[in-house]
């Protein structure tokens, strides 16, 4: 028997009418979006109706949460990262089964998750959505904090707006040291940013540690706007606008050592946000044997950067590690004999011996620009930020065959789709055949943390999942490793390119040349104990050649 679609439901319940129905309707097939949460927005129905008819509607247990009830061990069952990410909520153990309460109970991806975290069966029940963020809210080990009450250590000015000591009579004092405490605390934890986020009661200070936000600290709604301030007059944005973004940077001297800061600041309906990036520093600079490379995979870099021309793509999203990557290459090869040039977006660290260039497209120093004016410089070598345009990508390509090294990046999700990124922006296939030496995807994992990992199975083969102790600060994990993906560039040629063959079939035929996929490459290192299989889920895209690989 077919179950009746959620809308003939609540038609024939008389909860809305036919015509709002079809209204709902039009604009999910427009928009988009699930149903339910489309006449939710409508104020047709609100979520505990929804809840009650999905429930009715797919059998699903239909569950009261009280927060209050749940008991502490049971939800330190699963990460807490996991239960946010998910939207989960591990609520009771009834004969060895594990009861979660979700708000989409549908999602077998999330209840999979839950499983392998917990070692456990798991039976899900469904449950309004506000009352799975309540939960949520309370898993934070955030700790409350006022301006007042920030330790003296923090009066101390540490900032610098490249050059100018900003001092305390510039703002309160109280004020100036909890900004201090703020970025401070970054760099103790070793985060990468720190996001400043305004709400009702509270501000928050969600650091990301190891590729994951933490909400560490939240401090008063009405100190919001003065911590904002600080941070403008550090940055020397313009104080007067509140309405739109503004990006600025400043230094701070920590420990002998010199920080970079780059901000970010956007208007939202609850106060203006700010994120502050810690550009990398003494203690986190990476070089190429710090970044998880394999010895094999050590070697095809090695024989790649020292060519005198060519194309070294590196591809994946924000955040995994590209720039740290190339940094790394970049001092690798830096030598008095090689003239080095840099277009960057923004410059993330100071090299010595290598020009490099901020891309500023407000004033027309776009990528296309500045990569015509760099030609006339005789560079050996070039590192190109970001390839984002037709202009960009040919300039490159044509460096890259006139006797030039050029370094640059892609937004892919893989190394197979840079090709066919590249190819739909306009640079023709056999141009890639003679250009390109080698393309890198990667992303970045959490380690498991070797004082507490525990061991499960999966396919019949021993893993490890995380547990959490006070050396890992209770999340399992230590530190970041990349997981890498390599298509070499003498896999490019006539017979594997052109014609232009489809992704599938170009994978096949990379497989059958022995190249490993990144899924493939992650799985390594989950069997060999270095980090979880929650971690490779969440980090790599399981593609469509990936299916049947265990």
């Known amino acids: ?13 008389m909860v ?28 047709l129905i609100n979520e505990k109706i929804l809840t009650d008819i999905v429930s009715m509607q797919r059998d699903f247990t239909r569950i009261d949460l009280n ?29 060895n089964l594990l009861l979660i309460a979700m708000d989409d109970p549908l999602n077998q991806e999330a209840i999979n998750m839950a499983e392998f975290s917990s070692n456990m069966r798991v039976v899900p029940g469904i449950v309004e959505p506000s009352k799975i963020d309540e939960v949520l809210a309370r898993l934070t080990d955030a700790q409350e904090i006022l ?35 703020i970025l401070i605390k970054g760099i103790e934890l070793g985060a990468s940013d ?17 590729g994951v936000l933490h909400e560490k600290f939240r401090t008063p709604a009405p100190y919001h706007e003065k911590i904002i301030l600080r941070l403008k007059v550090l940055s020397k944005l313009d104080i007067s606008i509140h309405d739109v973004p503004q990006t600025g940077g400043f230094r701070i001297n920590y420990k002998n050592d010199k920080i970079t800061m780059r901000i970010e600041t956007m208007p939202t309906i609850s ?8 550009a990398a520093h003494g203690t986190q600079i990476s070089s190429l044997d710090k970044l998880g490379l394999s010895r094999p995979e050590m070697g095809i870099i090695a024989e790649n950067i020292f060519k005198p021309s060519g194309l070294i793509i590196v591809c994946g999203p924000t955040g995994s590690g590209k720039t740290s990557t190339l940094y790394a290459v970049l001092r690798r090869i830096n030598s008095p004999e090689k003239k080095i040039i840099t277009l960057e977006d923004p410059v993330e660290e100071l090299l010595p011996l ?46 890259a065959m006139t006797g030039h090294l050029v370094l640059t990046t892609l937004h892919t999700r893989n190394s197979f789709e840079s090709l066919y990124r590249l190819i739909d922006l306009g640079i023709e296939p056999f141009l890639l055949i003679n250009t390109i030496n080698l393309i890198i995807s990667q ?28 050396k890992c600060q209770g999340t399992g994990y230590i530190g970041r490793t990349g997981i890498f993906e390599f298509l070499l560039g003498s896999f490019i040629n006539r017979e594997t390119l052109i014609p232009v063959p489809s992704i599938d079939k170009l994978v096949e035929r990379a497989k059958s040349a022995g190249i490993e996929t990144m899924w493939q490459k992650g799985m390594k290192k989950v069997y060999a104990g270095e980090t979880s299989l929650t971690e490779v889920i969440r980090a790599i895209p399981k593609m469509s050649w990936d299916e049947n690989i265990q």
């Open 1 to 13: 028997m077919v179950s009746k679609k959620l809308g003939e439901i609540l038609v024939e319940a």
């Open 16 to 43: 809305i009418a036919p015509d709002q129905l079809q209204q709902a309707l039009q604009i999910q097939k427009e928009k988009g979006g699930k149903l339910g949460q489309i006449l939710i927005d409508l104020g």
């Open 67 to 95: 927060v209050n009830e749940i008991d502490p061990n049971v939800l330190r069952l699963i990460p807490r990262d996991v239960c946010i990410k998910r939207r989960i909520i591990p609520y009771r153990i009834e004969k």
């Open 147 to 181: 301006p007042t009450q920030v330790a003296d250590k923090y009066k101390t000015s540490v900032a610098q707006s490249f050059g100018k000591v900003i001092g305390e009579t510039e703002t309160q004092g109280s004020i100036v040291k909890l900004v201090n405490m």
């Open 194 to 210: 720190v996001h400043i986020e305004a709400g009702n009661q509270y501000t928050r200070l969600r650091y990301r540690i190891n």
């Open 271 to 278: 106060g203006e946000n700010a994120s502050i990036r810690f």
């Open 354 to 399: 290598i020009n490099q260039i901020q891309i500023d497209d407000a004033k027309g120093l776009t990528f296309h620009s500045a990569l015509r004016a760099v030609l006339r410089m005789d560079p050996d070598i070039i590192f190109v930020g970001e390839i984002r345009d037709i202009e960009t990508a040919r300039i490159a390509v044509r460096a």
């Open 443 to 470: 992303r970045l994992v959490r380690t498991l943390c070797p004082h507490c990992k525990i061991k499960a199975e999966s396919d019949n083969k021993i893993v490890y999942r995380p547990k959490g102790c006070d």
